[in-house]
């Protein structure tokens, strides 16, 4: 087996566990949404509980749903974040040795198509999705704070 063709299989090999790894990251995603749509839906109910049960389980499901888009959108940006670099500084240095660069191409051709457009990207929409939901929890539990004082 020569060089180039050691080059071509660790090329293959990579670009299939830059695949894989791309199937955790949604996976991790559908995890998170279906976790923090399960709190949501749960808080809401607990909120119609007898006053002092009601006004606790809403503030405590409230805190783990905070604590699960943190987690969320933490997840978001690391899995981006190794992703870049599986991409740039190690599938496109592999291409460098190859006749042909289909990653490279693609990310051109990408860049060129979205050149001067507004862009967001699918990570970006995941974390304005989470961004949102954790208002929507910090504003359930301030709300239930006020009630707690206020009573």
Not at 2 to 17: A, G, N, P, S
Not at 67 to 80: F, G, M, P, Q
Not at 135 to 143: D, G, H, W
Request: charged share 20%.
């Amino acid at each position: 087996m020569d060089t180039e063709e050691k080059i071509l299989q660790e090329y293959i090999l990579y670009v299939q566990h830059k695949e894989n790894f791309v199937n955790r990251s949604f996976s991790a995603n559908r995890f998170y949404l279906i976790a923090v749509l399960a709190v949501l839906f749960v808080t809401v109910p607990v909120k119609f509980l007898p006053f002092a049960f009601g006004i606790v389980f809403t503030m405590l499901f409230s805190l783990i749903g905070i604590l699960l888009c943190i987690l969320w959108y933490l997840n978001i940006d690391a899995y981006k974040n190794l992703l870049k670099i599986k991409l740039q500084n190690v599938i496109e240095k592999l291409e460098d040795s190859l006749p042909v660069k289909p990653y490279q191409m693609e990310s051109a051709a990408l860049k060129e198509a979205r050149d001067g457009k507004k862009k967001m990207i699918f990570g970006d929409m995941q974390k304005t999705l989470a961004i949102i939901i954790m208002v929507a929890f910090i504003t359930v539990f301030l709300n239930e704070t006020m009630l707690l004082f206020i009573m």
